[in-house]
Structures are given as C-alpha cells and as structure tokens.
C-alpha cells in the first residue's frame, strides 16, 4: 500500500501561484512515476504533469509548461507542481498520483490514468 498527501490546494486570485505537495509513504518502493492530474467542474480528469522518478524527467501538458513546474524531494518521496500566473480555468480538484514499476520514460506510462494509488484531491480555485 501506499498513501498519498496532498496540501496547498486554496483560492487564489488570478496571477497568482501555488505549490501543490504531494508526500508518499508505505511501500514506495521501484516508484516509476509520480504525476498530477485535475478534473475541472464538468469535465474528466486529465494529466497535467508528471515525473519520471528514475532520472526525474518530467512531462507536461503542452499548453501548461510555461506556467507549471513539477519537481521531487527524493528523500521525502515528495512532489511538487509549482503553478504560477494562475488563471479561472485553472479551477479544478487537482489529483496525486503514484505508478510503481521499470522501465525507461513513457510519456503513455506517465499520462495515462492507470496510476496504481491516488490522492484524495486538493482544491485550486482560481478567482477572476
């Protein structure tokens, strides 16, 4: 098992930024990934950007890149997604995931919603 917590989620006005914190524990052990994702009102959950743990490669959503940043503090087995110039349809509960496994960087391994254990979810709320 592996548990996932999340924190930082809030409002925020537009322009602004958060860091989302996502901190793994139990049996983390051969982690492949570890990703975010969102699911805004009305909509399904997407993979907005994720890290390859082995080398720490990251992936992202194209049109986010400018504006998020993920990043790991390998010893905490924690990770970061640094949003910055937050915008309104950025709203959304935004999901921690963890896949265990090998192999080399997969952008399908690391965006597909297959992950093995999520977060409960932490709630960004952008104000126009």
């Known amino acids: 098992q592996v548990q996932l917590v999340e924190s930082g989620g809030g409002l925020v006005q537009a322009g602004g930024s958060l860091r989302l914190s996502c901190a793994a524990s139990?049996?983390?052990?051969?982690?492949?990934?570890m990703g975010w994702f969102r699911r805004a009102p009305g909509k399904d959950r997407v993979p907005v950007a994720a890290?390859?743990?082995?080398?720490?490669?990251?992936w992202y959503e194209d049109h986010l890149k400018d504006r998020f940043t993920i990043s790991r503090d390998s010893a905490k087995n924690t990770v970061y997604l640094q949003i910055s110039n937050l915008k309104p349809e950025d709203t959304a509960v935004y999901y921690c995931?963890?896949?265990?496994?090998?192999?080399?960087?997969?952008?399908?391994?690391?965006?597909?919603?297959?992950?093995?254990?999520w977060g409960q979810g932490t709630q960004v709320t952008v104000a126009s």
């Open positions: 890290l390859y743990w082995s080398d720490g490669s990251p």
């Open positions: 139990g049996r983390t052990a051969n982690t492949y990934a």
């Open positions: 995931a963890w896949r265990q496994g090998s192999g080399r960087y997969s952008i399908l391994q690391l965006t597909a919603p297959t992950y093995h254990y």
